[in-house]
Nanobody, 115 residues
Framework: QVQLVESGGGLVQGGGSLRLTCAAS????????MGWYRQAPGKQRDMVAT???????NYADSVKGRFTISRDIAKNTVFLQMNNLKPEDTAVYYC?????????WGQGTQVTVSS
């Protein structure tokens, strides 16, 4: 099992920055892929950014050049640096861990961007 705990959400003005943190209960090298997903009210949950065990990253087109996913292997932590935030980035952001046979989710953290 893996427990994932997100933190770092909040209210920010458009153009501002936030850094989300996802702390895992075990080594993130034992997890195939770690990722950030978001869900706005009335919408489906979408991928924002992922990082594989080998360090390969992938981003949604809407956040490329603004968001950066990174990790601290020693601290079992994954980050999402979000710059130049826009009102359309407002959503609950979830951390996800993909392992063989099961996906794990955190409880989510709210990000609200005002115009």
């Amino acid at each position: 099992q893996v427990q994932l705990v997100e933190s770092g959400g909040g209210l920010v003005q458009g153009g501002g920055s936030l850094r989300l943190t996802c702390a895992a209960s075990r080594s993130i090298l034992s997890i195939v892929t770690m990722g950030w997903y978001r869900q706005a009210p009335g919408k489906q949950r979408d991928m924002v950014a992922t990082i594989t065990r080998g360090g390969l990253t992938n981003y949604a087109d809407s956040v490329k050049g603004r968001f950066t996913i990174s990790r601290d292997i020693a601290k079992n932590t994954v980050f999402l640096q979000m710059n130049n935030l826009k009102p359309e980035d407002t959503a609950v952001y979830y951390c996800k861990g993909i392992t063989p046979g099961y996906d794990y989710w955190g409880q989510g953290t709210q990000v609200t961007v005002s115009s």
